[in-house]
């Protein structure tokens, strides 16, 4: 099984380390208030108690699903089966129905199409492109591999 890291820029990367700091910082604070504050002067614990309760788990959550989404985000190729992978979301294709894989050096993307309308763009490195799609091809040999290129655009008006 031959897997590719996700590529996030480094404006995503800094947001989801942001987030899983302000995580941290939700979960101490929150701990903070526990510590302070006296529930038994509350006019009803059940409130303050839920509320703590509450922050734990969003603050937790949060981290937890910011961290899987920074360390198993991935595509993945094996036998007749392509998968992907962005953190707890994981999505699973049968390689003999990918129809062609175009390599866009406009935009620089590497879209998998599975029919007219149906398909993905893969975001890894570029210098793992070329090893996707020969990884993809020895798969299933019948996937159309096209580059579009500067050069070869017919629509653009000169």
């Not at 070329?130 to 091809?137: A, M, R, S």
């Amino acid at each position: 099984m031959k897997i590719y890291k996700y590529r996030f820029t480094k404006v995503m990367t800094a947001f989801i380390w942001a987030g899983m700091v302000l995580a941290l910082a939700a979960f101490a604070m929150n701990t903070y208030f526990v510590i302070t504050e006296n529930i038994e002067s509350a006019a009803n614990a059940f409130y303050p108690i839920l509320r703590y309760t509450l922050m734990y788990l969003v603050s937790t959550v949060t981290f937890v699903l910011l961290l899987c989404v920074l360390l198993s985000s991935y595509y993945s190729i094996s036998g007749t089966t392509f998968k992907t992978s962005f953190g707890v979301i994981k999505s699973k294709y049968d390689i003999s129905k990918i129809e062609s894989v175009v390599l866009d050096r406009k935009t620089n993307k590497l879209s998998i199409y599975f029919g007219e309308t149906d398909f993905i763009v893969v975001v890894v490195k570029e210098d793992w492109y070329e090893q996707f799609i020969d990884d993809l091809l020895q798969a299933n040999p019948n996937i159309e591999y096209t580059i579009a290129s500067k050069e070869n655009d017919v629509d653009e008006k000169k």
